[in-house]
Nanobody, 115 residues
Framework: QVQLVESGGGWVQAGGSLRLSCGVS????????MVWFRQTPDYQREAIAR???????TYVPSVKGRFTLSRDIAKNTVYLQMNDVKPEDTGVYFC?????????WGQGTQVTVSS
C-alpha cells in the first residue's frame, strides 16, 4: 500500500524559507515521478513542481528560481525547498504519485506566508 506523508509546513514571513518533505512508503521513489501541488485558499489546486523517476526536476514559472526539488533515495523522501517565499505561495501543499493509473496523495501541509 502506497502512502505519502508531507511535513515541514508552517508560518513564514515573505522572503523567508521553508523545506517541505514528502515521505513515501510502499514504493521506491526512484521508480516513480513525484509531483508537488499547491491548493490555494480558494481551493484551486495546481501542480507546481515535478521530479522524474530519474531525478530530473521541472517547475512552473511562478516558482522557478525560488523552489528546488531534491530527494533522498535512502530515506525514500522527496523535498521541496522554498526560498524567497511570497504571500501568494500560501496554501496547502500536497505531494502526489501516480502509479498504475491511480493517484496517491498525502494529507497535505499548510504553508502560510505573511507580508
Amino acid at each position: 500500500q502506497v502512502q505519502l506523508v508531507e511535513s515541514g509546513g508552517g508560518w513564514v514571513q515573505a522572503g523567508g524559507s521553508l523545506r517541505l518533505s514528502c515521505g513515501v512508503s510502499g514504493t521506491d521513489i526512484n521508480m516513480i515521478a513525484m509531483v508537488w501541488f499547491r491548493q490555494t485558499p480558494d481551493y484551486q489546486r495546481e501542480a507546481i513542481a515535478r521530479i522524474s523517476s530519474l531525478g530530473a526536476p521541472t517547475y512552473v514559472p511562478s516558482v522557478k528560481g525560488r523552489f528546488t526539488l531534491s530527494r533522498d533515495i535512502a530515506k525514500n523522501t522527496v523535498y521541496l525547498q522554498m526560498n524567497d517565499v511570497k504571500p501568494e505561495d500560501t496554501g496547502v501543499y500536497f505531494c502526489n504519485a501516480r502509479i498504475g493509473g491511480q493517484d496517491y496523495w498525502g494529507q497535505g501541509t499548510q504553508v502560510t506566508v505573511s507580508s
